[in-house]
Structure formats: structure tokens, C-alpha cells
């Protein structure tokens, strides 16, 4: 009852997450060779959503139907003792599927202390040499691909953080129906988010991951000026189908801008993955609009987010120093 554990917990979590993310993605790409290494990261990432569907059918099962449906206005209302007895009844809700979490996890982190892990030496990591801050951050400074691949990073998860942080209420806004029902709608998201990721890893094997970023990225940017012009039950798919565009992004981007990065790979990857910082920033943007012109305005967004990144698909296919298959 306490937010300040809460926040103190949240961002325990956040910053193991993002250490995992560093370390295991620079891992996979070096587990093969580099012409495929944005497909096999794909392929790796492709498991990411079978975890993320079964977060989001806990809540809409086990969360979303415990909540109190009084309206901040009845709370405001309530006396002390009932509110309390309101909001500790939501806290346990939220608390039981955690903890759940918390002893999966653990057995997790046992399995992978005792299974043994290919080395270093075997999956061709370059440690041999001595990283130096200032100078491997003023070179990847200077490489265009890299920080065009950050900038669009930061987008890429602005945009997937917005889409699906605000389908519930875009859901209610176009359709009506509580916040149970709308959850439903960001189930079917992220399913097709699920089955897109391995549909695209296949069609990586046939055109160039740029190219089908680029593709994705426009269709996005259309499919959200659709959501804007029609918010009805056409809308509501149009940001269902928005997670078939978002599939790809996040480890396709990861895999173009570290190409060809040698031993600034693993300190490139960690400003990849702080490029998340556009998940914290951008949805404040995209809440703020729909506070001032509703919900369904308010997905010009993410259609900006995703013009960037489609940008970046773009910038690497005119890149004359790369290859038809130097991204993978």
C-alpha cells in the first residue's frame, strides 16, 4: 500500500531487464555468422511475446475483473476505511500473479547457473582488448548508421509502448465497453504481435530486413491515420493490426545499427537498449493529446514514430557502403 516500494520494486525490475537485454542480444548475434545475424536475433526474440501474451491473459483474467469499477470521482467520495478496503483488495489482485512471477524466475535463474553456456571463445565475442570509454564512444559517435539505428530505436518503443499502452482506452473511446472487455482487444494484439515476429523471421529470408522495416514502418504510419479518421470498430482493428508492423522493429534495428561494429559491439548495444527511454517519454506526449483532443487524435503519435523509423529502413538501403545483405 506503499508506492514508494512499488516504484523502488518497478524499477529493480526495469534495470535487471535492461541488463539482460545488453547482455544476451550482443550474444545471439555473435552465435553465427554476422550476414544472418538480424534474422537469427528475430528468430531469438521471436519467443519474447509467448511471455508477454501470458502477462496480458493473467491480467485480463486474474487483474482487470478484481478492479473496483467506482470512477475517481465515487472514490473521492468514499470514506477513508472503504477506500482502504478498496484499494488493498485491487492490491492483492495485482500481487498474487507477481509473486507467481517471482518464483518462475527464480526457478529460471537456477537453471541457467547450473546448465552450461557456450563460451565466449565458442560464439566469437571479441574480450580481448581493452574497451575505452571516451574513444569507443567518440567513434560510435561519429558512425551515422549507429546513431540514426539509437534515434530510431528510441521511436520504434515510443511507438510500441503508446500503441498498446492506450488500445484499452482507444477501444472504450471508439466501441464503449469497460476496461475488462477493451483488455480483451490487446490480448488479440499481441497474438498477432506473437505470430508476426516468426512470420517475419521467414520473409527475412527472402528480402532485406531494411526493406521489410521500411515496409512495416509506412503501413504503421497508415494504419494509425486510419485509427485518427475512424474511430469506430475499423479503427479498433487498424491498432490490433498495428503489432504486425511493430514485430519486427525492436531486434531488426538492434541487428542493422550493430552491423559492422567489431569491438564496439557490446558498448553499442547498451545504448540501444537505453533507447527505451522513448517507452517513458513519448507516451506522456500521446497521453497529453488525448487528454486535450481524445483518444483517437491522439494516434497521430505513434504515426510520427513511425515515420522515423521508416526513415531508417530507408537511410540503410541507400547505404552505399552496405551490401544487399549486409544487414542480415
Known amino acids: 500500500m506503499t508506492f514508494g516500494f512499488f516504484l523502488a520494486a518497478l524499477f529493480l525490475l526495469a534495470g535487471g531487464l535492461s541488463i539482460l537485454e545488453t547482455s544476451a542480444n550482443p550474444f545471439v548475434i555473435a552465435m553465427g555468422p554476422e550476414a544472418n545475424a538480424t534474422r537469427r536475433l528475430n528468430f ?3 519467443f519474447n511475446p509467448v511471455g508477454t501474451n ?3 491473459l493473467l491480467a485480463a483474467t486474474l487483474i ?6 467506482a470512477s475517481a470521482e465515487e472514490r473521492a467520495a468514499m470514506a477513508p476505511e472503504a477506500l482502504r478496503a478498496v484499494q488493498q483488495g485491487e492490491l492483492q489482485a495485482v500481487m498474487v500473479p507477481y509473486v507467481g512471477f517471482a518464483f518462475v524466475l527464480l526457478a529460471i535463474w537456477i537453471a541457467i547457473a547450473l546448465i552450461r553456456m557456450p563460451t565466449e571463445a565458442e560464439v566469437r565475442l571479441e574480450t580481448d582488448h581493452e574497451v575505452h570509454f571516451t574513444a569507443t564512444l567518440r567513434r560510435l559517435l561519429a558512425n551515422r548508421h549507429y546513431v540514426f539505428g ?3 530505436q528510441f521511436f520504434n518503443v515510443a511507438a510500441q509502448t503508446c500503441v498498446w499502452t492506450f488500445t484499452i482506452q482507444y477501444v472504450m473511446a471508439a466501441i464503449g465497453g469497460n476496461e475488462a472487455q477493451a483488455g ?5 494484439s499481441l497474438i498477432v504481435f506473437l505470430i508476426s515476429r516468426f512470420v517475419m523471421v521467414w520473409l527475412m529470408g527472402f528480402l532485406r530486413p531494411a526493406m521489410l522495416l521500411a515496409a512495416m514502418a509506412l503501413a504503421g504510419t497508415a494504419l494509425c491515420l486510419f485509427a485518427v479518421s475512424s474511430p469506430n470498430m475499423a479503427g479498433v482493428w487498424a491498432v490490433v493490426a498495428l503489432s504486425a508492423c ?3 522493429m525492436f531486434p531488426t534495428i538492434y541487428g542493422i ?5 567489431g569491438e564496439d559491439t557490446k558498448f553499442g548495444a547498451a545504448g540501444l537498449v537505453m533507447a527505451i527511454l522513448g517507452g517513458a517519454l513519448m507516451p506522456l506526449v500521446h497521453g497529453a493529446v488525448m487528454d486535450a483532443r481524445g483518444a483517437a487524435t491522439s494516434y497521430l503519435v505513434p504515426a510520427l514514430c513511425f515515420l522515423v523509423v521508416a526513415a ?3 537511410f540503410d538501403l541507400r547505404a552505399k557502403s552496405r551490401g544487399v545483405g549486409a544487414s542480415g
Open 44 to 46: 531469438a526474440q521471436a
Open 54 to 56: 501470458i502477462g496480458v
Open 64 to 69: 482487470l475483473p478484481r478492479l473496483n469499477t
Open 150 to 152: 539509437v534515434v530510431a
Open 184 to 188: 480483451w482487444y490487446l490480448q488479440a
Open 246 to 248: 511493430l514485430s519486427l
Open 257 to 261: 545499427a550493430l552491423h559492422g561494429l
Open 312 to 314: 531508417y529502413g530507408v
